[in-house]
């Protein structure tokens, strides 16, 4: 099961969000979301537990507790959603992409 994890103190690594997950079950993966510009945390991650049982519980246990200073908001992941430019197209290629 993914889990999104929200509120995130921006000097939380993925080892820590692991480590935070680790005392539920099994951990697939954990991952910080960073800007691509400058590297830095978005205050928000995911985390992969094969186990939904264990998955379900960390969410329950996690959801609405503090953690590094920060309440944090634990909830099971929606799935990635195609995005769409304003002329509702999908996204692809850009303005050189296109020909006028």
């Known amino acids: 099961?993914?889990?999104y994890i929200a509120n995130l103190n921006y000097s939380?690594?993925?080892?820590?969000?692991?480590?935070?997950?680790?005392?539920?079950?099994?951990?697939s993966s954990a991952k910080v979301i960073t800007d691509r510009e400058t590297g830095r945390s978005r205050g928000f991650g995911f985390v992969e537990m094969p186990n939904e049982a264990e998955a379900?519980?960390?969410?329950?246990?996690l959801n609405e507790t503090?953690?590094?200073g920060k309440v944090i908001a634990v909830n099971v992941a929606k799935p990635?959603?195609?995005?769409?430019?304003?002329?509702?197209?999908?996204?692809?290629g850009g303005y050189?992409?296109?020909r006028y």
């Open 96 to 98: 050189n992409s296109r």
């Open 80 to 92: 990635k959603t195609e995005k769409r430019d304003f002329n509702n197209n999908r996204r692809g």
């Open 1 to 3: 099961m993914n889990i």
């Open 12 to 27: 939380v690594s993925d080892a820590e969000l692991k480590e935070l997950f680790q005392k539920y079950g099994e951990i």
């Open 56 to 61: 379900l519980k960390a969410i329950q246990e």
């Open 66 to 68: 503090e953690h590094e």
